[in-house]
């Protein structure tokens, strides 16, 4: 496919589409409004589907390489 997208925000969500799409052969801009990642520690829980679909977009090793499993 031949298409172009523009997704707004550049969460977990939107990124994964981003991927999603360019692996799909369009060409994607990903919009976000803020200017850096913040400042003070975060938390994600990420559920076993979840996982699923990052390994199927070639991501889930990075996410595990970079993440801390939940106690």
Do not use: H, K, N, Y
Request: hydrophobic share 50%.
């Amino acid at each position: 496919m031949d298409g172009r997208a523009v997704v707004v925000g550049g969460g977990v969500g939107g990124l994964a589409a981003g991927i999603a799409l360019r692996a799909a052969g369009w060409s994607v801009t990903v919009l976000e409004r803020a200017a850096a990642l913040p400042r003070t520690g975060t938390g994600l829980g990420i559920w076993p589907g979840a996982m699923r679909a990052l390994d199927a977009l070639g991501v889930g090793d990075e996410v595990r390489r970079r993440g801390r499993r939940q106690a």
